[in-house]
């Protein structure tokens, strides 16, 4: 029994008129609705930031090129769609009551990630070793830097609370104080981080790829 | 009783998902490609843009269950296409920037 019908039959049960149910908004449970309503208002914080990017980008005239290898950025994108596979492994592992394997799946996912982030970090590392700053290019235009910089931060940023969500939730759930319906909510939104990045390696990276 | 979308999502296997997964690999694998062709930005743009869609959608419909719940699905894809439109009105302000006479220059 899902977790929506659980808290209807609960209401049956206190008030013995059935005519009184209200069935959940699109039949989709309070608590993964809320991250629906979350996921679409972060979509558009992001969609702000790349518009904003493309926006500056097309002002500026002799817009700076300087990824010479994707070869790091190919890497974290594939851990992170590997990330995606692996939680739909942990949530599906939760729905068919096999805790164990949804925790170390849930926890495979938690490494995946943080992976990711400590190969944002290194690049990172490695353009300020060149001399990028929030407000500073060696490549010409200090906007680059500012949006690269803020665009990747906020995405990493994203990444990190997912990791720390996901540990939490994990936890509980193998303690037994949160369900798979929780799993399955924090899982949503990492699928949303992973779909960001869908967006930002071709806009933020492929397009600024030196010839 | 009620079905929710909790409950129909069981009907689907990891098949689907392994196959969602390998496309998205497959998608992203041309986003790349593309970057190295020849062509100018705009095509570039343009032809990346297509493929970040295709690979949202597969994500949005298979990964996150959107395909499951007809309802959701129609209310997630009307909000976020209006806002993400929505956005789109200062664009040909950037143009005028770039090539707009004679305060651009």
Known sequence: ?211 | MMTTAADSKHSTGMGKDLIVYVCLLALAGIQFFIAYQNISTSQMFVRMLSVAVIEAGLALLFFMHLSENRGLKWFVLIFTVAVVFGMQYGWSDSFRLLDGVPWAH
Not at chain 1, 10 to 20: C, D, N, P
Not at chain 1, 194 to 199: A, E, G, H, S, T
Request: hydrophobic letters at 50%; aromatic letters at 12%; glycine letters at 8%.
């Open chain 1, 1 to 211: 029994m899902s977790q929506a019908d659980l808290s209807i039959h609960a209401q049956v049960s206190r008030t013995g008129a059935t005519e009184t149910m209200t069935a959940p908004t699109f039949s989709v449970p309070a608590k993964k609705m809320a991250m629906w309503l979350f996921i679409i208002a972060d979509s558009a914080t992001f969609a702000g930031c790349l518009v904003a990017y493309g926006f500056i980008r097309n002002a500026t005239p002799d817009w700076p090129r300087p990824f010479h290898s994707i070869t790091n950025v190919a890497i974290m994108t594939l851990i992170l769609l590997t990330s995606s596979l692996t939680m739909l492994i942990g949530v599906r592992s939760a729905e068919q009551g096999d805790k164990a394997k949804a925790f170390r799946f849930t926890m495979i996912t938690v490494a995946l990630g943080i992976l990711f982030a400590v190969l944002h970090i290194r690049e990172w590392m490695g353009m300020i070793g060149e001399g990028a700053t929030l407000f500073h290019n060696p490549w010409g235009t200090p906007l680059f830097s500012s949006l690269f910089f803020s665009i990747t931060g906020l995405h990493l940023l994203h990444v990190t609370g997912g990791v720390i969500a996901l540990i939490a939730v994990a936890l509980k759930y193998q303690g037994g104080r949160y369900n798979a319906d929780d799993l399955e909510i924090t899982g949503l939104y990492w699928h949303f981080v992973d779909l960001v990045w869908m967006f930002v390696v071709p806009l933020v990276y492929l397009l600024n790829l030196a010839h």
